[in-house]
């Protein structure tokens, strides 16, 4: 069993920056894709950006245009990300999600696909 905690969520304002962690823990082999999902109330969870373990390979979703970046520590055991140029509509719960099989390969995120997820951490942009 995996278990993945995020953190560095928090109030910031328009065009600032924050980056959030994932540290995941537990069976680590049991852990290949790790992305990032957002969500706001009354909408669909939404696929941000995954790394892949084995190769560091990346996917983002359209819509960031560059913004965020995505990175791992494997001495650490963790996953950021990187987001900059924050706007209003970025406002939303961010969770972290893994999985041992998936591979990360430029197709749009599926929550389906992912067996393990954190509690989420709270991102709010506003001025």
């Known amino acids: 069993e995996v278990q993945l905690a995020e953190a560095g969520g928090g109030l910031v304002q328009p065009g600032g920056s924050l980056r959030l962690s994932c540290a995941y823990s537990?069976?680590?082999?049991?852990?290949?894709?790790i992305a990032w999902f957002r969500q706001v109330p009354g909408k669909e969870r939404e696929g941000v950006s995954c790394?892949?373990?084995?190769?560091?390979?990346?996917y983002y979703a359209n819509f960031l245009k560059g913004r965020f970046t995505i990175s791992r520590d494997g001495a650490k055991n963790t996953v950021y990300l990187q987001m900059s140029s924050l706007r209003p509509e970025d406002t939303a719960v961010y969770y972290c999600a893994a999985d041992p099989e998936l591979y990360c390969d430029g197709n749009e995120l599926n929550v389906l696909d992912f067996r393990s997820w954190g509690q989420g951490t709270q991102v709010t942009v506003s001025s």
């Open positions: 790394i892949n373990r084995s190769d560091g390979s990346t």
């Open positions: 537990g069976s680590t082999l049991e852990v290949h894709a």
